[in-house]
């Protein structure tokens, strides 16, 4: 049974950075394109970033290019947002996603407001 689980989602002020985290299990981590997407209130869910299976490539939305970093530990399963320079419009519930398969955490909440 494949399952993500999301966390690290918090309050923070414009300006300020979040760390997101995600596990994977169910799956074979090692082999999975990782991606990041997001959904703010009222819009549809969008792509953020993703990642290839050893890390070597990497993609990121426009609107977070030189902001976030995306990176994955696959001894630990897990796979990191880094977000610096949150701005309010980066306010969303964060998911995890491996690609090709279509299973979604309950995601992560992050707020940007002073």
């Known amino acids: 049974q494949v399952q993500l689980v999301e966390s690290g989602g918090g309050l923070v002020q414009p300006g300020g950075s979040l760390r997101l985290s995600c596990v994977g299990s169910?799956?074979?981590?090692?082999?999975?394109?990782m991606s990041w997407y997001r959904q703010a209130p009222g819009k549809e869910r969008e792509f953020v970033a993703f990642?290839?299976?050893?890390?070597?490539?990497?993609n990121y939305a426009d609107s977070v290019k030189g902001r976030f970093t995306i990176s994955r530990d696959n001894a630990k399963n897990t796979v990191a947002l880094r977000m610096n320079n949150l701005k309010p419009e980066d306010t969303a519930v964060y998911y995890c996603?491996?690609?090709?398969?279509?299973?979604w955490g309950k995601g992560t909440l992050v707020t940007v407001s002073s």
């Open positions: 996603k491996a690609v090709g398969m279509n299973y």
């Open positions: 169910g799956f074979t981590f090692s082999w999975s394109v």
């Open positions: 990642i290839t299976g050893t890390g070597g490539s990497t």
